[in-house]
């Protein structure tokens, strides 16, 4: 029985750095517990997205005595680690009906902030080890990777090995009869809310007033139809679309999320704030941006772009010359085996787009056949530092450096 099972989201380890960290933490455990490294604690860094629970993670997730939870924005948007979540919530839950005490064993670790932590996450939150100021604005993950925070990570990773030992020590949690069966158990975390209402930001449409004004804010605009808009014309509509254009879900079953909340997700690791809005609106979205330096991308399903309600902003957009927004297009093997395959999406991305395309398919503006969540971040995290680039050279300035109108450098007199 492992003293700590640690839940994290698999790509925030893709430079190794939560591996390091559990490591860290089974070290100090184990020291304190005096037990073996096997037993302090579990990992699972084999597990994809999109595969069955092994019998080892059942098992670990329902016999740990404390689960860490490394929270970030991939985290909240993890189908698997809401469910990895809500199967330790329920042995806490099950815990306090035996024996009307709750045990502090459900332990969330801000590891990257963010800013829209689910409620129930926000309900386990604990005050038992030091946090300062570094890890409350930025972070775990700030605190390892930089060497003057070290002794500060040091103590931090004590403070919460003593309180995995101690709740270990002071509580048997129940231990269910049966092993959690991936396929049963729903995300804790809920279906991602529409990022506008998340934000407050306000719905598509409606209005500038609504909008965020900060300049590190990025406007993820879809072009994506219904599932009912793309029965016809796109096999398995179902399970990529949804109600609305904020539901389109292309790389599942890799990534369970719809592509608006990743990439979402993605630039809160930049520390932009975003929201995710429908090319319907794509105009008066370009034109709010430039007046407050702010970035636009546009995430195109070709098998949408030819719905009727897009043909006006599309249209609108690719006739602009005197600004461009980044153009990303997903494009997994599913689509390669539909009808049409790869020509498909170069006649559409032609027919829709004719003067962007051509223009920009070379400098990287318009990057197509995205084939992975992965390749999409790294595609998305590019476009994003050339935005910003693009911006500091041709942005508004809106405060003028003072001057009284005389022209001349100002000289300092000794006294």
Request: aromatic content about 10%; some cysteine; hydrophobic content about 40%.
């Amino acid at each position: 029985m492992p003293l700590f099972f640690l839940s994290y989201a698999q790509e925030d380890n893709r430079n190794g750095q939560v591996q390091a960290f559990f490591a860290d933490l089974r070290e100090a455990v184990a020291g304190l517990a005096g037990v073996h490294w096997h037993e302090a604690g579990f990992i699972d860094g084999q597990m994809l997205l999109g595969s069955t629970w092994t019998d080892e993670l059942a098992g670990a997730l329902s016999t740990s005595a404390c689960l860490i939870a490394l929270t970030s924005p991939r985290y909240v948007v993890s189908d698997y680690c809401g469910r990895e979540f809500r199967v330790f919530a329920e042995r806490i839950d099950e815990h306090e009906r035996q024996f009307q005490v709750r045990p502090p064993a459900l332990v969330p670790v801000q590891w990257i902030p963010c800013d829209g932590l689910p409620d129930v996450v926000r309900s386990y939150q604990y005050r038992n080890f030091p946090t300062g100021t570094v890890y409350a604005q930025d972070g775990l993950l700030t605190l390892k990777q930089r060497r003057r925070h070290e002794d500060d990570y040091k103590d931090f990773v004590d403070a919460l090995a003593k309180h995995v030992v101690r709740t270990a020590r002071e509580h048997t949690l129940h231990q269910p009869a049966q092993r959690p069966v991936l396929a049963k158990v729903t995300s804790a975390f809920g279906q991602p809310v529409r990022p506008p209402a998340v934000l407050g930001q306000g719905d598509t449409g409606a209005g500038a007033a609504q909008r965020a004004t900060s300049a590190r804010h990025v406007h993820i605009v879809l072009v994506a139809g219904s599932s009912a808009e793309m029965a016809d014309s796109r096999p398995g509509a179902e399970e990529r679309y949804g109600a609305v254009a904020w539901d389109w879900r292309p790389y599942r079953p890799e990534l369970d999320v719809p592509i608006g909340s990743w990439a979402g997700a993605i630039a809160t690791t930049k520390s932009y704030g975003w929201t995710v809005e429908d090319a319907v609106d794509l105009a008066a979205v370009r034109e709010w941006a430039w007046a407050h330096n702010q970035i636009v991308v546009l995430v195109v399903d070709v098998w949408s772009a030819d719905l009727t309600r897009y043909r006006r902003s599309l249209d609108g957009y690719d006739r602009d010359t005197e600004s461009r927004a980044p153009v990303l297009v997903p494009w997994t093997a599913a689509d390669d085996a539909a009808a049409g395959g790869i020509r498909k999406m170069w006649e559409t991305l032609a027919r829709v787009l004719p003067h962007h395309v051509v223009s920009n398919i070379r400098d990287g503006t318009v990057r197509t056949e995205i084939a992975t969540s992965a390749r999409f971040q790294e595609e998305l995290e590019g476009a994003l530092v050339v935005e910003q680039g693009r911006i500091y050279r041709t942005g508004t300035v809106y405060q003028e450096p003072h001057s009284d109108g005389s022209g001349q450098r100002p000289i300092l007199e000794g006294p």
